[in-house]
């Protein structure tokens, strides 16, 4: 029998950190644009040393993070990130689909991001993917 049917898995205080308070403190921070508000959104998601990459930036500790959060406005003004899809957790490991809307609605980018995240309910790594996955060639 083909099962092709998704299960998301909810992390709970019996199993694991509460991975929707930190992912949602991430998109969060980077939608912040007040610097200050960011960096304390920053480090109140991310671990000290986290890093954070996408395939054309990336940002290693909060300093790190809190600057490619303030380039990618920069490049993406008015926009906002959102979380498009529900989590899919296990083991200390996440997925999410996400996406970056215009001031009118229009998504100009979607992804997914998989993020690793600590007993101190902070995530560690996180590795965005543009798009969706790429076809399996034969």
Do not use: C, K
């Amino acid at each position: 029998m083909n099962d092709t049917t998704t299960t998301t898995t909810t992390v709970d205080a019996e199993t694991g950190p509460d991975f929707s308070a930190a992912i949602d403190l991430y998109l969060q921070a980077y939608n912040e644009r007040d610097a200050t508000r960011r960096v304390a959104l920053i480090e109140q998601a991310f671990q000290p040393d986290a890093h954070l990459f996408d395939p054309p930036i990336e940002g290693a500790g909060h300093d790190g993070i809190n600057e490619m959060f303030a380039t990618v406005q920069g490049m993406f003004a008015e926009h906002s990130f959102r979380r498009s899809t529900g989590i899919d957790a296990h083991h200390g490991i996440a997925r999410y689909g996400w996406e970056l809307v215009a001031a009118d609605g229009t998504v100009a980018l979607a992804g997914m991001d998989v993020a690793v995240i600590e007993s101190d309910g902070r995530l560690n790594r996180v590795a965005g993917f543009f798009g969706d996955l790429p076809a399996l060639e034969s």
